[in-house]
């Protein structure tokens, strides 16, 4: 995949300049907006709302505490903007006691993030609780693990239990589809 400005009309919301160095390394004519950190300032969410009238956005940030609640905050001002994620391995550095982040991920990584956007598709799903919760995914031992697993199967990252079934809902992810997942991150 090669992105060009022709070819990627997006912008692309990431956390700081060592993130935008990263993805221009590998997509030269990719543009991105720099939150600098998980208190995004109002200006940057004015800026995103703004340029959502005329592209897409599309929100890509560590696999992280911090990355989620920018990823929250930039999805409330902009609620049709794209999801890409990485998985915390994929964000693993190279020298220990730096950060993790998308700033360590690969291009191949970055290629397959962007290639596999997740869009808000609120009434697609027919997951409920309890079959959230049958499936393992909510309680008990193991879940935590589960989730992960299942999270990195449908490239939706990572969240505690109530985080989790709300991203599966939001993503229109279906029963069947989740089943799929459980049933293989089960088998490995």
């Known amino acids: 995949m090669v992105l060009t400005k022709k070819q990627f009309n997006a912008v692309v919301v990431v956390e700081g300049k060592d993130d935008t160095i990263r993805l221009k390394q590998f997509f030269p004519g990719i543009e991105t907006i720099e939150t600098n ?7 940057v969410l ?4 703004e340029l959502n ?3 897409d956005v599309i929100v890509l940030t560590d696999p992280d505490l911090n990355g989620e609640r920018i990823r929250r905050l930039v999805t409330e001002a902009v609620p049709n903007a794209k999801q890409a994620f990485i998985t915390r391995k994929e964000g ?8 993790l982040g998308v700033e360590h991920a690969s291009k191949e990584a970055l290629t397959r993030a962007l290639s596999d956007l997740h869009e808000v598709k609120l009434d ?4 409920t609780k309890e079959a959230y919760q049958q499936l393992g995914l909510a309680s008990g031992q193991g879940s935590r693990k589960l989730r992960e697993q299942v999270g990195i199967k449908l490239r939706v990252g990572y969240g505690n239990a109530k985080q989790f ?3 599966l809902h939001t993503f229109g992810v279906t029963l069947a589809e989740l089943t799929a997942a459980v049933e293989e991150a089960k088998d490995e």
């Open 37 to 43: 950190g998980s208190d995004v300032p109002q200006a």
């Open 46 to 49: 004015t800026e995103l709302q």
């Open 53 to 55: 009238k005329k592209r």
């Open 92 to 99: 693993v550095p190279q020298k220990r006691g730096n950060s």
């Open 124 to 127: 697609q799903s027919d997951l």
């Open 165 to 167: 079934y709300k991203r």
